[in-house]
């Protein structure tokens, strides 16, 4: 089973803040994942990376970035925070090598924007 | 056409009844198909990973996958009360030369004691 950890799991800041989520796997997994979910709503993949780095954009247009200098860690920052941001954001890793394995999930960071 | 796509629900059966979700995709050159459980407030969790036509059994949870009708569902025998939650399909697809997994909106299950 995979182990992958989030912090902070609640955060509330102030607009304009500048924030980091933390995102580390034990697994040595090669593929990371950032999600984020609004309550009720579905999964929206936001950025992705294959390993050291590389990222990439995901399918939901996002104004955080991340980055990947070491295979288990897989950070997200916003620049200057907006209440638009509140959201849950999780991250997921999955196998290395195997493409076809399922996301493991950590258990998510949920963010409000003041 | 969404990607993955799956009524929201809510599905309401009685504890002891089969739960049937439903879930179509739209990519033909999927491979990999994946059923996750997501409890209120919390982070999804896999249930069953399912790769081939038919089906695969896991204790009260069956999958089923037919991959010419792009249809994969999830059957929950003698249904509990603790398996309400929402019930999210996935499914790997492969875009821009990458390997991605994306999520349909998920069914949420109530099961009535």
């Known amino acids: 089973e995979a182990d992958i950890y989030q912090t902070p799991r609640y955060l509330v800041i102030g607009t304009g803040k500048k924030i980091t989520l933390e995102c580390s796997q034990t697994?040595?997994?090669?593929?990371m994942y950032w999600y984020q979910q609004d309550p009720g709503m579905e999964l929206h993949l936001i950025h992705y990376s294959y390993g050291v780095n590389s990222t990439e954009k995901g399918d939901l247009s996002s104004e955080s970035t991340v980055s990947r200098i070491r295979t288990e860690h897989f950070p997200l920052t916003l620049e200057s925070a907006r209440p638009s941001h509140t959201s849950q954001y999780l991250c997921?890793?999955?196998?290395?090598?195997?493409?076809?394995?399922?996301?493991?999930f950590g258990n998510g960071t949920r963010l409000t924007v003041t | 056409q969404k990607e993955v796509e799956q009524n929201s629900g809510p599905l309401s059966v009685p504890e002891g009844a089969i739960a049937s979700l439903n879930c179509t995709y739209s990519?033909?050159?999927?491979?990999?198909f994946f059923w996750y459980r997501q409890y209120s407030g919390k982070s999804p969790e896999l249930i069953m990973s399912i790769y081939s036509n038919g089906d695969k059994e896991d204790g009260r949870f069956t999958a089923q996958l037919n991959k010419a009708s792009q249809y994969v569902s999830l059957l929950i025998r003698d249904s509990q009360p603790s398996d309400s939650a929402t019930y999210l399909c996935a499914v790997n697809l492969y875009s821009g030369g990458y390997q991605k997994v994306t999520f349909g909106i998920g069914t949420k299950l109530q099961v009535i004691p």
């Open positions: 697994m040595g997994h090669d593929k």
């Open positions: 990519d033909r050159g999927s491979q990999s």
């Open positions: 997921a890793s999955r196998g290395q090598g195997r493409y076809n394995s399922p996301l493991h």
